[in-house]
């Protein structure tokens, strides 16, 4: 999915008119369609067999797992020494550790 949306936008900005643009957004939510009745049909088929698969293999759902996971495990080890949290464009929020001692990280000769 990811390389046809790379794919649309190279060939969009190659040729630019209106017309490509329309062929474009058309290729697009075709493949898009195609995806989730291929995924509906293969879950109808194979049930938990594919679940497993899609698991493994999806993209979107390697991205949410892994927020998951991550918010799982700052609520295991629980919040310890100061913390600055930052948010992306994305909606992920990343934790940085903030330095508690004073000990320099510049080298000094001696």
Known sequence: MVGQ???????LAMVGSSFTLL???LLVSHHVFAAWHGDRRLEAAHGEKFEV????????????K???????????KGVKGRHIRRGTFS???????ARTDSRSTTPTRS
Do not use: D, F, P, Y
């Open 5 to 11: 949306v790379l794919w649309s936008v190279a060939h």
């Open 23 to 25: 062929t474009m957004a």
């Open 53 to 64: 698969v899609k698991a493994r293999t999806s993209v979107i759902n390697k991205e949410r």
């Open 66 to 76: 892994g927020r998951e996971r991550e918010r799982e495990r700052e609520q295991k």
């Open 91 to 97: 909606g992920n929020v990343g934790c940085i550790r």
